[in-house]
């Protein structure tokens, strides 16, 4: 659920991992250093996305993963007040899986007043 405070255009990303691993979507985390009374977590598994989906509210959109890109990004149009926000991934089966980190950024914001 996300109670949007203003309405306007907003950007949309959708990705696998966090901004600052500088990983694309489709990529396998490498694995982990050892730690002091544990294991190192193994390397993760790679993903094959064909697309990417956005709901918000009424709003929806899907647009093609991009081969070694980091994120999909949507523009969108989003009236004031409370929505339902959906963010997920298909493969070539139209398999879903969520999208792991979902950034939201209202665009034009330094120019209204």
């Excluded at 659920?1 to 309405?7: G, P």
């Excluded at 691993?21 to 190192?40: C, I, K, M, Q, R």
């Amino acid at each position: 659920m996300v109670d949007v405070q203003q309405a306007g255009t907003y950007r949309v990303t959708l990705r696998r991992w966090p901004v600052e691993s500088g990983l694309a979507n489709a990529a396998a985390a490498p694995a982990g250093e050892p730690v002091p009374g544990g294991e190192a977590y193994p390397a993760g598994t790679p993903f094959s996305w064909k697309s990417a989906h956005l709901k918000v509210g009424e709003v929806t959109r899907k647009a093609t993963v991009s081969t070694g890109g980091e994120a999909t990004t949507f523009r969108v149009e989003l009236p004031k007040g409370p929505a339902s926000l959906q963010a997920w991934f298909t493969d070539e089966k139209d398999t879903r899986t969520g999208a792991f980190y979902v950034y939201v950024e209202r665009m034009n914001a330094a120019r209204q007043k």
